[in-house]
């Protein structure tokens, strides 16, 4: 992109919503076969670059008591339920209820209190209890982690801010295969569906939640 259509477009497109007042944090599909070489969905260090950033988020999180929602992606043997996404997508395979590619990557296990949200397709709001729990509790807002920034990451932007949540995605806490489309995702994401904010002012806004 050239210099002169990338300020057309910060011109169009610039505009900053903030945090909201009652936030929920979110951690998408950080599984197994992202860390396992032996895995062909592995992601090398930018993949385990993002987990540690979400688990400082996390801990940032549940220190202001924010609530914490975890998904994962869970199928009935042979993908039945899956439908065209399991059709397209070959490494939907490793989320055949009970593959130990599933299974959560490293340090992730769940707290008791916090939620876990299975899924078959790329949003973690498409077909879930997802937006009605956190309506239920009063949230106002979500912060997104998780894998991958192409995929279902982005998904649950435009579906978080199309159910009225005020959105904001963690960039670092944030992860794919390859640096081009994890940074391309990153810019439209923020230019039409939610604000990229950094770990450092997420902790520091969490921070501020605090008493």
Known sequence: MSDDLLENYKRAYNTRVGFGKKP??????????????????????????????????????????????????????????????????????????????????PGLEPFEDEIVVSKQYPSAFFGTSLASTLTAMGVDSVLLTGLTTSGCVRASCVDAMSHGFKTAVIAEACGDRHSAPHEANLFDMNAKYADVVSEDETIAFLNGLKG
């Open 24 to 105: 929920a944090l979110i951690l998408i599909d950080f599984c197994l076969g992202y860390f396992d070489p032996s895995c062909d969905l592995y992601g090398g260090d930018p993949i385990e670059a993002s987990l540690k950033s979400a688990l400082r988020v996390r801990e940032a999180a549940r220190a202001a008591g924010v609530p914490v929602f975890l998904t994962n992606v869970v199928y009935h043997p042979g993908g039945v339920d899956g439908g065209r996404f399991f059709e397209k997508a070959a490494p939907l395979r490793y989320f055949v209820k009970g593959h130990p590619m599933s299974a959560w990557g």
